[in-house]
C-alpha cells in the first residue's frame, strides 16, 4: 500500500483528506504544520505528498522548495484557497505536479492522484520479450528531449507508455499534462490547448492557462491526435515548431520549453493521404514513432496482467481471489480485441459477480477453454466479434442510446463505444430496432 503524506494545517481538512485517501486504497500520514513533518518524518519514503497552500510558519510553497532541496523527486500536489493564477504558476515552476483548489471535490483530487500514480507501476508488467524490449527502448528514449509518437490499437497502454516515458526522463518532478483531443470539443480544445485571456470570448471570465502552460518544463501528452480538428492542427504546428503559443485574446506570445508525446489509434499517414491530417504535422510528431502491439501479439503478458489487476481489486475489496485452470485456459484463447483494458474490465466484472474466490470462466466459455470443443480461431474471433456487436446494441438500447450511461454498463469509456460504433458499423436504426 503506497504512503501519502499530508500537510494542512486545518484540522477538519486534514481530516477529510486523510479519511478520502483511505478510501482510495492509501495509507496516509497527517502533520498540521510542515515544519514538524520535515523534522519527524523521513518523507523519501512517501509516493505522493499533498499541501496546503497558507500555512502558519511555512507555507506549501516554501514546504515545496524544501522538499526539493533534499534531493526528492516525489510528486506534490497543491490545495489553495487563495488561488490565482500567479500562485499557481510558481508552485508548477518550483516542481508541484499539480495544485486543487478550495473548496476541494474529491472526485478530482481523486483523478488527479490516478493521474500523477497511474495503475501501481503497472507500466512494468511485462513478461513477453516483445514488451521487455520495448520498456528498454522507451527508458532510453525517455533521457532525450525527442519528440514521440506512440502508435497503437486502443487499449493497448499507450497513455502508461507515456507516462513511463515522463517518469525515466530528466523532466519527472515537473508536471505530466495529458489532453484528450477526442474527448474535447472542437470549440474547446484550442482554448484548452493554448488558453484564453480574459474577456476574449462569451464566458471568459478569467485568464486561464492552457495545457501547454501547464506543461512547461515538463511533459505534454496529446492522447488520440488523430482526432484533431484540421483547422487546429496549423496552431499546433506552430507551438511545436516555434515553441511557443498564443493564448486566445492575448498580445504577445508565450515562449515554452514542453516535451511532447502523442498517441493515435490509426495510420497517420493514411489520414495525411485521406486529406485528414497534415503532413508538415505528422513529420514533426514522427521523430521517433513507437508501435504499441497488441494484447494478441504478446499472449505471454495476459496471465501475468490478470495477476495484477487481480491482485489490486483484491486489496480494494479486503478479499484475495485466484485464478482458476479453466479461467487460465479461457482468457488464453480469447483474442482480447480491446487488449489491455478489455482484459482489466473482464477481471473487474469476473471478480465481482463470482460466487466463489476460485475464479471461472463465464459459463459459455467453459467448455471451449477446456479443450472439448476447439473452434478455429478465425471463427472464434468471428462469433467474439458478434457477440460483442450485439451486446453493445442492446445496451445502448437499454440505455435510451447514452452512450455515456452504455459505457458505465460495459465498464469501458465513452470512446471505446464511439470507436465500437464505427469499428462495427452500428447504424441508429439498428440502435432503435427500426
Not at 90 to 119: C, N
Not at 168 to 181: G, H, L, Q, T, W
Not at 256 to 279: C, H, P, S, Y
Not at 404 to 409: F, I, Q, R, Y
Request: glycine content about 6%; charged content about 30%; aromatic content about 6%.
Amino acid at each position: 500500500m503506497k504512503s501519502v503524506l499530508i500537510v494542512d494545517d486545518e484540522i477538519d481538512m486534514a481530516t477529510a483528506l486523510k479519511e478520502t485517501m483511505k478510501r482510495f486504497g492509501f495509507n496516509p500520514t497527517v502533520y498540521n504544520n510542515p515544519i514538524d513533518a520535515l523534522s519527524k518524518e523521513n518523507i523519501a519514503d512517501y509516493s505522493l505528498v499533498i499541501t496546503d497552500m497558507k500555512m502558519p510558519k511555512m507555507n506549501g510553497i516554501e514546504f515545496l522548495q524544501e522538499i526539493r532541496k533534499k534531493g526528492l523527486f516525489i510528486p506534490v500536489i497543491v490545495i489553495t484557497g487563495y488561488g490565482t493564477v500567479e500562485s499557481a504558476v510558481d508552485a508548477m515552476k518550483l516542481g508541484a505536479t499539480d495544485y486543487i483548489m478550495k473548496p476541494v471535490s474529491f472526485d478530482a483530487l481523486k483523478r488527479t492522484v490516478e493521474r500523477i500514480l497511474p495503475a501501481d507501476n503497472s507500466d512494468l508488467v511485462a513478461e513477453s520479450s516483445v514488451m521487455k524490449n520495448l520498456m528498454s527502448i522507451i527508458r532510453e528514449v525517455a533521457k532525450s528531449d525527442i519528440t514521440v509518437l506512440l502508435a497503437g490499437e486502443s487499449g493497448t497502454g499507450k497513455e502508461i507508455i507515456a507516462r513511463t516515458i515522463h517518469k525515466y526522463s530528466n523532466r519527472n518532478i515537473k508536471p505530466f499534462v495529458a489532453v484528450n483531443c477526442a474527448a474535447i470539443s472542437e470549440s474547446l480544445l484550442e482554448s484548452e490547448l493554448f488558453g484564453h485571456e480574459r474577456g476574449s470570448f462569451t464566458g471568459a471570465v478569467e485568464r486561464r492557462l492552457g495545457k501547454f502552460e501547464l506543461a512547461n518544463e515538463g511533459t505534454l501528452l496529446l492522447d488520440e491526435i488523430s482526432e484533431m480538428d484540421f483547422s487546429l492542427q496549423a496552431k499546433l504546428l506552430r507551438a511545436i515548431q516555434e515553441r511557443e503559443i498564443d493564448r486566445i485574446g492575448g498580445k504577445a506570445p508565450v515562449k515554452l520549453d514542453v516535451r511532447i508525446i502523442a498517441t493515435t489509434n490509426k495510420d497517420l499517414m493514411t489520414e495525411v493521404k485521406k486529406g485528414t491530417f497534415r503532413e508538415d504535422l505528422y513529420y514533426r510528431l514522427n521523430v521517433f514513432p513507437v508501435r504499441i502491439p497488441p494484447l494478441r501479439e504478446r499472449p505471454e503478458d495476459i496471465l501475468p496482467l490478470a495477476e495484477f489487476f487481480l491482485h489490486r481489486l483484491s486489496q480494494k475489496m479486503g478479499k484475495i481471489f485466484s485464478i482458476s485452470g479453466e479461467l487460465k485456459g479461457y482468457m488464453l484463447n480469447n483474442e482480447w480485441a480491446g487488449n489491455v483494458r478489455e482484459l482489466e474490465n473482464f477481471m473487474y466484472r469476473t471478480a465481482v459477480i463470482s460466487g466463489t474466490d476460485n475464479l471461472m470462466p463465464p459459463a459459455d466459455g467453459i467448455a471451449s477453454a477446456a479443450g472439448t470443443e476447439q473452434a478455429p480461431y478465425a471463427a472464434k474471433v468471428g462469433r467474439m466479434k458478434d457477440v460483442e456487436r450485439d451486446l453493445i446494441i442492446k445496451t445502448l438500447r437499454e440505455t435510451g442510446n447514452n452512450r455515456t450511461k452504455a459505457a458505465d454498463v460495459l465498464g469501458v469509456s465513452v470512446r471505446t463505444i464511439r470507436n465500437k460504433l464505427k469499428d462495427y458499423n452500428i447504424t441508429a436504426d439498428e440502435i432503435k430496432g427500426a
